[in-house]
């Protein structure tokens, strides 16, 4: 299969875990790929196929999570005709389909016990039988799995084999997450710009502000790189000036000041940020303690501006629109008031 996403980036700690994949590769023993989801679990089975003797063969891919628990063994070994409701005629399992080559095992930790059963006798004697079969057939497969979840303490509970871990972990990639890729985020945000720029037909990429690089750097990434991607691609997409460098960055596309509240409203604990907004245009407006008319009034449309901006997660074009003002009446003041030259 030919991919769009490439691994990028230049950290220690995500050079060290592709380094460790790498000289995997050739070796012909199962690797486990741990990660927290859109760390790039995929691309790392993709490089182990490709960099090993096998990068001629078949790259078989099954998700584990993606199939109800009673199809996942016919998924993974197949069957014959008439072996169970519904199957009318015989079908090859993940396992047949990769002779030759690589199967990557995605969520491996939800697997059942029963399919842990029978995945520990292929990968220890390398052969597999379909259900309804008599007889088993051999294959010649090579295993990468990938989970994010933590696997010894699945043993501990008595929720994963523990011969069968022992069988797949020869290798253990596990690759960091972005928070702990400061580094890469510059890299990567760069990286998916320039390819969403070029799809967009724009004559040149200008680049992030330095606003916007700087709410990038902040920014907790739950999603990885998965998320920035999406990101990313959003603000170049939304960016309407291709000639100066985009400064508009929106982590929750589902974000708005028009987004539908609860049917049933329920008392909520406000916030921090919240309750010192609230705070802060108390003391700017209070007229029993008003020594300057002038001043009270900038302190109050400072206030007021602060408040919506922290409601709108700094997302300055929700901020306007919810304060009823232009985006350049927004930015003038923010300036006027030197609020917002970081998220």
Known sequence: MERTTQ??????????????????????????????????????????????????????VMNCAALPETLIEAELFGHEAGAFTGASKARAGRFEEADGGTLFLDELATLSSAAQDRLLRAVEYGEVTRIGASRPMRVDVR????????????????????????????????????????????????????????ELDWPEWPGFSTNAID?????????????????????????????????????????????????SPTKTEASPAEVQAVAAIS????????ADFRLAVAEYEKAILAAALDK???????????????????RHAMKRHKLGEKG
């Open 143 to 198: 295993i990468v799995a990938a989970t994010n979840e933590h696997l010894p303490k699945l043993v501990d509970e008595g929720r994963f084999r523990a011969d069968l871990l022992d069988r797949l972990c020869f290798e253990v990639v596990t690759l960091p997450p972005l928070r702990n890729r400061i580094s890469d985020i510059p890299v990567l945000a760069d990286h998916f710009a320039r390819r969403m720029a070029l």
């Open 7 to 60: 691994l990028v980036g230049q950290s220690s700690s995500f050079l060290d875990a592709i380094e460790r994949a790498s000289r995997a590769a050739p070796l012909d023993r199962p690797v486990l790929v741990i990660g927290e989801r859109g760390t790039g679990k995929e691309l790392v089975a993709e490089r182990l196929h490709h960099l090993s003797s096998r990068w001629d063969g078949p790259l078989v």
């Open 215 to 263: 709410r990038m750097l902040s920014y907790d990434w739950p999603g990885n790189v998965r998320e920035l991607r999406n990101v990313i691609e959003r603000a170049v997409y939304r960016w309407e000036d291709s000639k100066n460098p985009v400064d508009y960055i929106q982590f929750d596309p589902f974000e708005s000041p028009w987004r539908p509240q609860p049917m």
């Open 312 to 330: 709108c997660r700094w997302n300055q074009r929700a901020a306007a629109t919810a304060l009823q003002l232009t985006y350049d009446q927004l």
């Open 283 to 290: 003391a700017a407006y209070d007229p029993s303690n008003c």
